[in-house]
């Protein structure tokens, strides 16, 4: 159940932090609001994800995996992870423009963190909780606890605040970032 998140997280974090790159030429000609070029990056990577997420589905209804009330809280973890790839695109967009080899490192670094991440692997003891501190972690054992109605989302409410502030924190400073290297985005190639 992790990897359906994984196909959708890791290609919208890369394309992602490359659209502002792969645009320039657009933003530099014209008043374009640039934050917009992360997120169509993460729709058009949302078909996929959720006709692979609509075949999750079907495929735990055949295995005999009955959706109870918690189900409905993958919609709060769908927001989630839109909300935290919308924020780290933003912030990595405006990095990857102005340092090229942040591009490399940041591929690099996404396929570290796949097996960082508890995609296809349950990590236990102290090892769970050191890999708590990735956000990622946090979305993918949230779309096992609404399939597997293993618990609520606000039954660990230091964690969710965690999570949450560390996506505005996120947001915060892409944000400022777009706004303040938007017109020397050019100068940068």
Do not use: C
Not at 120 to 134: E, K
Not at 149 to 168: H, M
């Amino acid at each position: 159940m992790g990897l359906i998140p994984w196909f959708f997280i890791a290609p919208s974090i890369i394309q992602g932090s490359n659209s502002v790159y792969s645009r320039i030429g657009l933003v530099s000609k014209m008043n374009f609001p640039i934050s917009i070029l992360p997120t169509i990056k993460m729709v058009v990577a949302s078909y996929q994800f959720f006709t692979l997420l609509t075949f999750l589905i079907v495929l735990t209804l055949i295995y005999g995996i009955t959706p109870t009330l918690q189900f409905l809280q993958i919609f709060y973890y769908i927001f989630a992870m839109y909300m935290f790839l919308f924020s780290l695109s933003t912030f990595t967009s405006t990095i990857s423009t102005i340092i090229r080899d942040f591009q490399v490192f940041l591929q690099s670094t996404i396929r570290v963190l796949m097996y960082m991440s508890p995609i296809m692997w349950l990590p236990s003891g102290r090892l769970a909780q050191i890999l708590r501190l990735n956000p990622v972690y946090y979305i993918i054992e949230g779309f096992r606890d609404a399939f597997l109605s293993r618990g609520w989302f606000f039954e660990d409410p230091i964690y969710t605040l965690y999570f949450w502030v560390l996506t505005f924190t996120l947001l915060y400073f892409g944000a400022n970032a777009h706004v303040k290297f938007k017109d020397d985005f050019m100068d940068y190639m």
